[in-house]
């Protein structure tokens, strides 16, 4: 009988070959579990559930932070340069030159990896070394391939690439737009979805009653109504047609009563035509550098009356025809270097100087349309730098063109005003309700909110 030694433990099989066999089983089952992800896939092509793809990102990023010797990976926005491969914009991430080859021959069954133009773009996740010595690692891509179509290249947990392609279902949807001034009109609207061609539109609007130079401030408000496509996740891939703008209280409902450019027109909520005889700013963006009345001229250095406003804005700005009209010279004149000057009804004419050139087409008798480019902002004549000289001529004689009461446009009447307050109260309604939230991405990311972003240099 063997004797019993306190100061040795008992030896117990049992336990340890349990544990054992367990072991081998897991060890099985994750052998065959990696084995089967290991194989080469096809593309995965699937309706985009932003759920999903956001499960996608945290599972290829979880696998990339497990990766011992690796940092944190960081988003980089990579544009192809003229000339340059997609293995050669990949190489400037840092990868290795083989991964670069890999992620290559991952995409060249769903796009042409050959022949690439320069500018397109694409956003990788990248890993650099903690010992800053050797290649960075890839985990992942992303590259848009239309509005709503995505590619992404995601690593697996056994190293290899995953290609998918993700497809965003496209709505019709109104969209309001609303917020306060923060920097510049354009700025403060594009900060709450709005679209280049609408910020356009609605500038357009409000320069008959709005100097954006001097009467718009920080933390005015503001509201857009507009015809949009959207995506699943929010990112508008095309506008349609501003129905209402706001400004500082002042409100323009569009009607489909259709102008002669065959666009709706605008209306205040009484169903008076907003588009005033002439615009308050003829120039886009500009800002009065000089007022109407005596001055010290900053040429002749002597004072004299200065019969108009001066808006400065660098050469080449294009100045627009502040109404309706016929052009009644365009030539050189004095002091107002090229001059233009144009013929309004009811013998209001306006004139601008100091121009760079003319549009084309503009000369002596050619009619224009209120808001179209008649000539270019310049410095000719006795002008120190460039600016545009704007005046406003009634019966001959020059007025102040800030503040001149200049003629208002038609209101609506009848089964028109009543067809007007029906569309108004429509519009009223999705205001009161409020609008959905808009995501100002362009490009749906594979890196999570705190990854920084690359140096601009691999742009």
């Not at 367990?22 to 309706?47: F, Y």
């Not at 985009?48 to 497990?66: K, N, R, S, Y």
């Not at 007022?291 to 002597?302: I, M, N, S």
Request: with cysteine; proline share 5%; aromatic share 8%.
């Amino acid at each position: 009988m063997q004797e019993f030694d306190p100061r040795r433990g008992a030896t117990r099989w049992a336990p340890r070959v349990f544990t054992a066999v367990a072991g081998l089983m897991a060890l099985g089952l994750g052998w065959k579990l990696t084995a089967d992800d290991a194989k080469p896939s096809a593309v995965q092509t699937a309706p985009l559930d932003p759920a999903a793809l956001t499960a996608l990102q945290h599972v290829a990023f979880a696998g990339a932070e497990a990766q011992p010797g690796f940092q944190r990976p960081e988003n980089v926005e990579v544009k192809v340069r003229p000339g340059e491969t997609l293995q050669g914009a990949m190489l400037r991430t840092g990868v290795a030159p083989e991964e670069a080859r890999q992620v290559v021959a991952a995409l060249q069954g769903v796009i042409d990896t050959v022949n690439i133009k320069a500018g397109m773009a694409f956003e990788a996740a990248i890993a650099q070394r903690r010992s800053q010595r050797g290649p960075a690692r890839l985990i992942g891509l992303s590259m848009r391939t239309s509005p709503s179509s995505t590619l992404t290249v995601s690593r697996t947990f056994d190293g290899a690439l995953r290609l998918r392609a993700l497809e965003e279902k496209v709505k019709d949807e109104t969209k309001v737009a609303c917020g306060e001034m923060a920097g510049s009109f354009y700025e403060s609207v594009a900060n709450v979805g709005g679209t280049p061609a609408v910020i356009s539109e609605a500038a357009k609007l409000f320069s008959h009653k709005i100097d954006f130079s001097r009467d718009i401030h920080e933390g005015d408000k503001f509201c857009l109504v507009f015809d949009r496509k959207v995506t699943e996740s929010g990112r508008t891939i095309e506008a349609g047609d501003l129905e209402y703008a706001e400004v500082k209280g002042q409100k323009f409902y569009a009607f489909d009563r259709k102008g002669e450019d065959g666009k709706p027109q605008f209306f205040d909520e009484l169903g008076k035509n907003i588009k005033g005889f002439l615009l308050r700013t003829p120039v886009d963006g500009a800002r009065i550098t000089s007022t109407f009345g005596l001055r010290k001229h900053p040429v002749l250095g002597y004072t004299r009356a200065h019969q108009g406003v001066d808006f400065g804005a660098g050469t080449g700005t294009p100045i627009l025809a502040a109404g309706d009209g016929v052009v009644l010279e365009a030539r050189r004149w004095a002091g107002y270097g090229n001059w233009l000057r144009i013929r309004h009804s009811g013998q209001w004419d306006t004139g601008y100087g100091h121009i760079s050139r003319y549009a084309p087409g503009i000369r002596p008798g050619v009619h224009v349309r209120q808001g179209q480019v008649v000539a270019y902002v310049g410095a000719t004549g006795l002008a120190t730098g460039p600016h545009l000289h704007y005046e406003i001529w009634r019966n001959g004689e020059r007025v102040n063109p800030i503040g001149a009461k200049v003629p208002q446009g038609t209101v609506l009447g009848g089964s028109e005003l009543a067809a007007f307050k029906s569309q108004k109260a429509r519009i009223d309604r999705l205001l009161a309700d409020g609008g959905s939230p808009v995501s100002g991405d362009e490009t749906p990311k594979l890196a999570m909110a705190d990854l920084q972003k690359a140096k601009s240099k691999l742009r």
